[in-house]
């Protein structure tokens, strides 16, 4: 069977640091799984989450020894353009993420590099909006939604690339009750569309979405024990 996401014996560090973070990481995630990660600070989730969806080492340099695929293909040999198609990843602070004058330019943004036409791109605006219920803010400017809405459009436009493999590294660290009640629900309904997730994530309400829970310790990953 082929995974959406295949790691074998990874190891990484970067550049300019003399010590590896990851040392022989191996993980298979399975379509419509939703996979947590828990870890110390700086046990290197978010390096993880950044190799999977190619910021390492396209954007952010290093030294990558091991083999990651996504569906199969061996990540070193596609190009980012093509990563952005299968994988998406939303981070803590939505506004490293959004920089557009309008929710709907800011969806549009991802498609449009894509080179996807005109009309499947407003499509694709109209249904994503409406997954994440923000269809009335269409015209608004992402400055002013409040965080938690904020973090919905993030995911939105990332969503609107149609990736099939989610990587959420702490999305609702900075998010209101609310607002995280929503992701929950969100993560949810992605579930349902047999969406691949990743996520690193402290709030309990969604770790209990997770099918599983792996730890991010000295390197490797390891079955989560609660209260070791
Ligand atoms: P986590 O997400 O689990 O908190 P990170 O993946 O952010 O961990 O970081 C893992 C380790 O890598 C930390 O020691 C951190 O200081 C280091 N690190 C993170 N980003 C960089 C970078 N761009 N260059 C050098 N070291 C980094
Ligand atoms: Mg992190």
């Known amino acids: 069977m082929i995974n959406p996401i295949d ?5 990484f560090k ?23 990660l828990t870890g110390l600070s700086g046990s290197g989730k978010s390096t993880l989450l950044n190799i999977i969806c190619g ?3 396209h954007i952010r340099k290093g030294e990558v020894h ?10 070193k040999d596609l190009k980012i353009a093509d990563i952005t198609k299968k994988v998406g990843i939303v981070f803590q602070d939505p506004d490293t993420q959004l920089f557009s004058p309008t929710v709907e330019d800011e969806i549009a943004f991802g498609p ?6 005109r009309k499947e791109i407003g499509n694709r605006i ?13 015209y608004q400017n992402p400055n002013n939604l409040s965080g938690g809405q904020k973090q919905l459009i993030a995911i939105a436009s990332v969503l609107a690339m ?19 009640k929503r992701i929950k629900e969100l993560i949810s309904d992605l579930k349902k569309e047999k969406k691949t997730i990743v996520l690193v994530e402290h709030n309990l309400d969604i770790l209990n979405l997770a099918d599983r829970v792996l730890e991010l310790k000295n390197g490797k990953l390891k079955e989560y024990e609660a209260g070791e």
Do not use: C
Request: aromatic content about 8%; glycine content about 6%.
């Open 66 to 75: 091991g083999e990651v695929k996504l569906w199969g293909e061996n990540i």
């Open 7 to 11: 790691i074998n014996d990874l190891y």
């Open 112 to 117: 449009e590099n894509l080179m996807i036409e």
């Open 126 to 138: 109209d249904k994503v909006l409406k997954i994440v219920h923000m269809e009335d803010y269409r």
């Open 55 to 57: 910021i390492i080492p």
């Open 14 to 36: 970067y550049k300019f640091s003399s010590d590896y973070i990851l040392k022989g990481i191996e993980l298979a995630v399975s379509k419509g799984e939703i996979l947590a």
């Open 162 to 180: 149609e990736p099939d493999i989610l990587l959420f590294d702490e999305i609702t660290a900075q998010i209101d009750d609310d607002g995280k």
